[in-house]
């Protein structure tokens, strides 16, 4: 009989989604400003008050806006609604003036590497003839493939390799 042992953890759940407790979530300065911000318009958290800009009285575009620019600072006495137009103004004075931090974007780009690495572990795959596929567009793969990428699929792959095949991780016998 195996023994397993479970991590518990408290939360609740809402709309169907499990939601962690304040005290297990990640510290701040170990998440994105896009996670940031997400927080910030927490049911909890986000300004009470009717989502109306406090600066031009728009109801159009608001979101929530941080009044001393930090955004690691998600107390509610920091946050109020802001459209897109005046928190993007207060944004460049502030910037200007070198108040607050400037957001860092976080947008996977097209073709990120753990994108990169399946198709390069893919186009591997080919090669060995695991998998049906063009080997022509296999060799275009791996040579387009950065080192940086090819060296952590292999750094990703050599311990399941020494598993299967000892501890050279090298087949003794070629495939094809």
């Not at 304040?22 to 996670?35: L, M, S, Y």
């Not at 080919?126 to 990428?149: C, L, N, W």
Request: proline share 5%; net charge positive.
């Amino acid at each position: 009989m195996a023994l397993r042992i479970l991590k518990v953890t408290t939360g609740e759940i809402r709309n169907g989604q499990f939601r962690p407790s304040a005290a297990h979530r990640k510290p701040v300065h170990k998440i994105t400003d896009r996670a940031k911000r997400y927080r910030a318009n927490a049911d909890g958290v986000r300004p009470r008050w009717p989502k109306r800009c406090g600066f031009c009285g728009s109801k159009r575009n608001v979101g929530v806006h941080h009044v001393n620019g930090k955004e690691d600072d998600g107390a509610r006495g920091n946050l109020m609604w802001a459209c897109k137009s005046c928190n993007g103004k207060i944004a460049h004075k502030m910037k200007r003036a070198r108040i607050g931090t400037r957001t860092r974007q976080y947008n996977p780009r097209h073709g990120s590497r753990s994108s990169q690495m399946a198709a390069y572990g893919a186009a591997i795959k080919v090669m060995r003839g695991e998998f049906k596929g063009d080997v022509a567009k296999a060799v275009a793969t791996i040579r387009s493939t950065p080192p940086e990428v090819r060296s952590a699929y292999t750094a990703r792959t050599w311990p399941t390799r020494r598993a299967i095949y000892g501890e050279s991780g090298r087949q003794s016998e070629i495939p094809f």
